[in-house]
Every structure is written in C-alpha cells, then in structure tokens.
C-alpha cells in the first residue's frame, strides 16, 4: 500500500518516494535480527559447553558442574534478548537507510523521477542517500529534456509540413496554379525541412560522443576571414557591416581543430548574431591569443539580450524576441557542443540596447579526445 498520494507531501521533506519501505524495512529487520541472534545464541551456548567440559576436566564436582551448566544456559538465553534490543538499535540506524533507497529505488524504476529519500547522518548512508538523489535528480532532468524535445521537434516540423501538405493538396484540386513560385515556395519549405532534420542530427551526434573531428592545425585569421567572406551578402543586403579585429601581437593565432566544425560555429553566431542587428549597425570579428589558448570573438550592437534569457540561450530551439523566424533555434545549442567537442569553451556577455558578445576559447594543442 502506498503511504503517500502523488500530489501530497510527506512529513520528513517535500516530493518523497511514496512505496512501501516499510516491508522493505520489515524483511531487512527479521533477517537481520536472525542471523545476529543465531550467531550470539552458538557463541554463547559453545561458552557454556566450554565451561561444562573445563569444569569436568578440572575435577569439580556433579553439583558444581550442573551450576556451571546452568549459569551458562542461562546466559545464553539472557543475552539473545540483550543482543535482540541492539540489534533493533543498530536496525534503525543501518537498515532504515537502505530499505528506503530499496523502496525509492522502485519508484523510479516505474518511472518516477521525483523520488527522493531523507539525507540524515554523515557516514555511510547519507552519502549514499545523497548519492541517489544526486542520480535520480540527474535521470528526472534528463527525461525532461527529452520530453522537451519531442514536443519542439514536432512544433518544428508542424508549420512546414503543414505548408508543404496545404499547397500540395491545393494544386491537386485546382486551387493553386504549378507556378514557378508556387514551387519555389514548395523547395524552401522542403530545404528548411532539411536544414532541420540536418541540425538535429549534428546535435544528437555531438551530444553521443559519436561525432568525429578531423583535427589539424588551424589560423583563426583564416577562419573569421572566411567567414566574413561568406556572409558579405546576407550582411549588405540586410545594410549590417562585418569588420575583422584581428590581434597579431598578443600571439600565434594558430590553433587545433576540424575547420568545417569550427566555421559552423562561427557561422552560427554571425547568423545569430545577423539575426539581432538592425540595419546601420555592426558585427565585430576578433581573434586574439596568448600562450595557451585562442580567442575568437563575434560581437554585435543589436538590441541585447535579457538577463532573464541568458541562462537559456544554448537550449535547444531557444529564439529571442528580435530573432527571424527562419532560424531554427538550433545554432547556438550546435555550436556549444561543437566547441566543447574541441576541448574549448564559449561564454556569453549581453546588454540590452547594447549588444552581445560571444567568446570562444580553444586550446592551442592538440585536445585528448577528438569527439565529445
């Protein structure tokens, strides 16, 4: 029988497990007490065997060999029953524990991640008990995530897949005309259907550990110059300005790394970043270094971001409020697993009406692994 409903609280915490530890503790207890009362009971009646057979040996007599007897058995009825009340002591404090872990630990194998059970003590068991709140906290936000997912992935999917279905469907009756750009409208909708599936890939590889660099040494000059070169045009048509800061004096900008991954980052940002700036205003391509690391940054003078959203912006599927709705919200959640995959770190620093900074940081040498 379950002690608690789903949505009420026990006394000894918020969101505790709700089965049947007590059966658990029930069973732990007989088991328990039986091997130790067996084991005090042979010690006890092998000592007044002793003492019988020492008595016999060394001469005594039948009446003060059947005292010695007697004294003897009735110890080693006496002390089961002190031995019984220790060992209840010693219960409480050892077997409570596990029987709620036990019990908790069904609960999530039936599915409930809100489990926990009481962290009391510091000694053995309460590491362990925060141990398994540790792991079940890590499996209830894991099943989130996925959960999360799921429903973004098939919001993504809705809008084009609806558009692609309602023109077809209208062709099909006469509605709608085969037009060119009726068709055009068709293949954008199936390119960012496949630009979609594409990023989820890439992130799903990455956050496996399954997605593998070719790493091979690298200038961050050459990077952001690339970079720049292929959004020229997005950048004059949307009237932003790309300006390349490279630092030649604070050290080798040379570094390791698998460049198409890398210029997917930084395309990443400078699309994001695209994506937040106004026309008149700029986007700043720095690159710079010291003895171990370098640094390439992407900044902007758009309108910032929250400090409310910033703790979120690597989620997947996150868009501000300024963003355009083509993107797919996956850039920035690619590019940190990117990043992380080269054994580097990307940070984030914004102001609202100020603009964002993204700064990558990644390891002149050549990292242990090359995946994730």
Same mark, same amino acid.
């Given at each position: 029988?379950?002690? /608690?409903?789903?949505?009420? %609280?026990?006394?000894?915490?918020?969101?505790?497990?709700?089965?049947?530890?007590?059966? %658990?503790?029930?069973?732990?207890?007989?088991?328990?007490?039986?091997?130790?009362?067996?084991?005090?009971?042979?010690?006890?009646? =092998?000592?007044?065997?002793?003492?019988?057979?020492?008595?016999?040996?060394?001469?005594?007599?039948?009446?003060?060999?059947?005292?010695?007897?007697?004294?003897?058995? =009735?110890?080693?009825?006496?002390?089961?029953?002190?031995?019984?009340?220790?060992?209840?002591?010693?219960?409480?404090?050892?077997?409570?524990?596990?029987?709620?872990?036990?019990?908790?630990?069904? !609960? $999530?194998?039936?599915?409930?991640?809100?489990?926990?059970?009481?962290?009391?003590?510091?000694?053995?068991?309460?590491?362990?008990?925060?141990? /398994?709140?540790?792991?079940?906290?890590?499996?209830?936000?894991?099943?989130?995530?996925?959960?999360?997912?799921?429903?973004?992935?098939?919001?993504?999917?809705?809008?084009?897949?609806?558009?692609?279905?309602?023109?077809?469907?209208?062709?099909?009756?006469? $509605?709608?005309?085969?037009?060119?750009?009726?068709?055009?409208?068709?293949?954008?909708?199936?390119?960012?259907?496949?630009?979609?599936?594409?990023?989820?890939?890439?992130?799903?590889?990455?956050?496996?550990?399954?997605?593998?660099?070719?790493?091979?040494?690298?200038?961050? %000059? @050459?990077?952001?110059?690339?970079?720049?070169?292929?959004?020229? =045009?997005?950048?004059?048509?949307?009237?932003? !300005?790309?300006?390349?800061?490279?630092?030649?004096?604070?050290?080798?900008?040379?570094?390791?790394?698998?460049?198409?991954?890398? @210029?997917?980052?930084?395309?990443?940002?400078?699309?994001?970043?695209?994506?937040?700036?106004?026309?008149?205003?700029?986007?700043?391509?720095?690159?710079?270094?010291?003895?171990?690391?370098?640094?390439?940054?992407?900044?902007?003078?758009?309108?910032?971001?929250?400090?409310?959203?910033?703790?979120?912006?690597?989620?997947?599927?996150?868009?501000?409020?300024?963003?355009?709705?083509?993107?797919?919200?996956?850039?920035?959640?690619?590019?940190?697993?990117?990043?992380?995959?080269?054994?580097?770190?990307?940070?984030?620093?914004?102001?609202?009406?100020?603009?964002?900074?993204?700064?990558?940081?990644?390891? %002149?040498?050549?990292? !242990?692994?090359?995946?994730?």
């Amino acid at each position: 029988m379950r002690r /608690f409903g789903r949505h009420q %609280k026990p006394p000894w915490g918020p969101r505790r497990f709700r089965s049947d530890w007590h059966n %658990k503790r029930r069973f732990l207890f007989f088991r328990f007490v039986w091997f130790f009362g067996m084991a005090v009971l042979l010690f006890l009646a =092998g000592m007044a065997g002793l003492a019988f057979l020492l008595t016999r040996l060394f001469g005594g007599d039948g009446q003060a060999t059947a005292l010695v007897w007697m004294l003897g058995c =009735g110890l080693a009825l006496a002390f089961p029953l002190l031995a019984g009340a220790i060992a209840i002591r010693s219960f409480r404090s050892m077997v409570n524990p596990l029987a709620r872990v036990m019990a908790a630990a069904d !609960e $999530v194998a039936e599915g409930d991640f809100s489990v926990r059970v009481p962290e009391r003590g510091s000694g053995e068991f309460g590491r362990l008990a925060r141990s /398994f709140n540790r792991m079940v906290a890590e499996l209830e936000r894991a099943d989130q995530q996925r959960r999360n997912l799921t429903a973004d992935v098939a919001h993504e999917l809705r809008t084009p897949i609806h558009i692609i279905q309602g023109n077809l469907e209208g062709i099909a009756d006469g $509605v709608y005309e085969p037009t060119d750009e009726q068709i055009e409208l068709l293949i954008d909708e199936t390119q960012q259907l496949s630009r979609l599936v594409e990023d989820l890939r890439t992130l799903s590889l990455a956050e496996a550990g399954q997605l593998r660099l070719e790493l091979e040494q690298l200038d961050a %000059k @050459d990077l952001l110059s690339d970079v720049a070169t292929s959004f020229s =045009g997005q950048a004059e048509a949307a009237e932003v !300005e790309i300006q390349l800061d490279i630092d030649q004096e604070s050290g080798s900008l040379n570094l390791i790394g698998d460049a198409g991954r890398l @210029d997917q980052v930084i395309s990443n940002l400078v699309a994001n970043a695209l994506g937040h700036t106004q026309p008149g205003g700029l986007i700043q391509l720095r690159a710079w270094a010291d003895q171990d690391s370098a640094f390439i940054q992407v900044v902007d003078d758009g309108g910032g971001i929250p400090a409310e959203d910033l703790p979120y912006i690597f989620d997947r599927f996150w868009r501000g409020e300024g963003s355009r709705e083509s993107s797919s919200g996956l850039g920035l959640a690619i590019a940190r697993q990117l990043v992380h995959a080269h054994g580097g770190s990307i940070n984030v620093e914004s102001q609202v009406e100020q603009g964002t900074g993204f700064t990558i940081t990644l390891p %002149k040498e050549r990292p !242990e692994e090359n995946a994730l």
